[in-house]
């Protein structure tokens, strides 16, 4: 029975990898698998490219220039909350 079942599984596996000519038959996607893995290997090649070829968009002068600002409001913030009159 054990024999029959090897026999069996190597003549399916010999009918799904071959064609009735004996040629070797591959997946019936490939081609389209492999233009699609192209298509995608491009968009990361472009992505790649923009991410690297920007510089940051923040600057910390700037943003050194802003927190001092900030700080001067809250400073004047602060004070006119301590002079404020009550009633």
């Known amino acids: 029975m054990q024999k029959n079942a090897s026999t069996f599984d190597a003549s399916i596996s010999g009918i799904s990898t071959t064609t009735a000519s004996g040629a070797k038959q591959g ?8 233009r ?4 995608i ?13 920007n510089s940051g968009a923040i600057s910390s002068k700037k943003l050194e220039n802003e927190f001092l600002i900030q700080a ?5 913030i602060s004070r006119v909350k301590k002079n404020k009159p009550t009633f």
């Open 72 to 76: 001067k409001y809250r400073k004047n």
């Open 27 to 34: 997946s019936l996607n490939l081609s389209l698998r492999k």
């Open 41 to 53: 290997e491009r968009e990361n090649h472009k992505i790649a490219q923009r991410l690297f070829s």
């Open 36 to 39: 699609e893995n192209e298509r």
